[in-house]
């Protein structure tokens, strides 16, 4: 179920509550059911799902409201509230300051669409005026340098890696030295993702944090991987100190999900989304606005 047709469903159930000639725990019941299998169609997580019905629960209870209370717009509130809470951890990402250099470190499984996002990230920043670069950590897949110094060249950021080192963690070191005294003020390091998520990776990336000290690591996640999401977005928080995740590829058939589960997992806000292929198909993520547009 893509994202639109899940927004379309819970406000479906919001409707129908809202036309029931009276507002019991019938009707609550119904209303709140729906959006379950809604979100559970849609990949968020079992008990994500389950902990929102006990939470509007809490919420509305309806024994306690005279007849004088808007039981509707009440229900109706709650569930608009934590929709929103299951997409906010409840703390801001960090933000790179133009008067210190930032690093910031991008995670994920490959195919995620992490080499991508890299460049949309410093491409976004440029634009705000940062002086970001690139450096590509990623010795593992051939052709990842290639195509971050392609991306890079198309939007003019400096960029650094190698063809023929194959320690990522000097690279990300070399890169990270080279650019603080460019005064590059946005330094991104590229590492690689592999199929699964195996030891090495998760091995591979604790060392080139560890090195390179990160302000902040991202974690990019395909809207397509469905209920794997929780999984994988925890893994990666065990392994390293995740503290913002970008949802890549949320233009295609995507279900909407795995959104919601990975910000539960790494109790880390979403930041961006991805929307297409290109530079600048890339958009801020806020909470309100889209679940404000998610019901439409
Ligand atoms: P990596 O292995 O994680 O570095 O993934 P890549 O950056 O190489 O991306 C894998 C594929 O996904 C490439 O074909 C990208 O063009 C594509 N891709 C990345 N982000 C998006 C997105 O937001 N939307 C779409 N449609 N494709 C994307």
Known sequence: MVLAELGGRITHAIHQM?????IDEKALNECLNEITR?????????????EMQTNIKKIVN??????????????????FSELCKMLDPGKPAFSPKKTKPSIVMFV?????GKTTTCTKYA????KKGYKPALVCADTFRAGAFDQLKQNATKAKIPFYGSYTESDPVKIAVEGVDRFKKENCDLIIVDTSGRHKQEASLFEEMRQVAEATKPDLVIFVMDSSIGQAAFDQAQAFRQSVAVGAVIITKMDGHAKGG???????????????I???????????????????RLLG
Do not use: C, W
């Not at 809202?18 to 009276?22: D, S, Y």
């Open 18 to 22: 809202r036309n029931a000639t009276i």
């Open 62 to 79: 309806l024994q306690d409201l005279s007849a004088g209370h808007n039981k509707r717009r009440i229900i109706e509130q709650a569930i």
């Open 38 to 50: 809604a979100l559970l169609q849609s990949d968020v997580s079992f008990s994500l799902v389950k």
């Open 123 to 126: 491409y976004y920043h440029q």
């Open 274 to 292: 991805g929307t297409g292929e290109h530079m600048d198909q890339f958009e801020v993520f806020d909470v309100k606005p889209f679940v404000n």
């Open 108 to 112: 994920g499984l490959q195919g995620a």
């Open 258 to 272: 795995g959104a919601l589960s990975a910000v539960a997992a790494t109790k880390s806000p979403v930041i961006f």
